[in-house]
């Protein structure tokens, strides 16, 4: 059973930059696909990026592409989320979440692949 928990939300001025950390226990980090969601109040979850096992594939929402950049370190059982020149509709709690895959370089962005989910840290823009 793999315990996720995210770090580093807050609130920040648009323009401004954060940096999402999440750690994880209880698995081996290197045998899931990872990825970061987010839900707006009203709004559904979505995908907001995600990256593969070995780090060499990522996907990205077309909404943070340019802004936004995921990283993990297997060593270390750790996944980043940078994000850049932010804006408020950027405004929602982010999740981090971990899905089991079987191939090294393959990213999943369905939020049902994913078996594990953090409890989500805040982020709110101001304009």
């Known amino acids: 059973q793999v315990q996720l928990v995210e770090s580093g939300g807050g609130l920040v001025q648009a323009g401004g930059s954060l940096r999402l950390s999440c750690a994880a226990s209880?698995?081996?980090?290197?045998?899931?696909?990872l990825g970061w969601f987010r839900q707006a109040p009203g709004k559904e979850r979505e995908l907001v990026a995600s990256?593969?096992?070995?780090?060499?594939?990522?996907k990205s929402a077309d909404s943070v592409k340019g802004r936004f950049t995921i990283s993990r370190d297997n060593a270390e059982n750790m996944v980043y989320l940078q994000m850049n020149s932010l804006k408020p509709e950027d405004t929602a709690i982010y999740y981090c979440a971990a899905a089991p895959s079987s191939i090294l370089s393959f990213t999943y962005v369905e939020p049902t692949k994913y078996n594990y989910w953090g409890q989500g840290t805040q982020v709110t823009v101001s304009s």
């Open positions: 990256i593969s096992r070995n780090g060499y594939a990522t």
């Open positions: 209880g698995g081996t980090l290197s045998s899931y696909c």
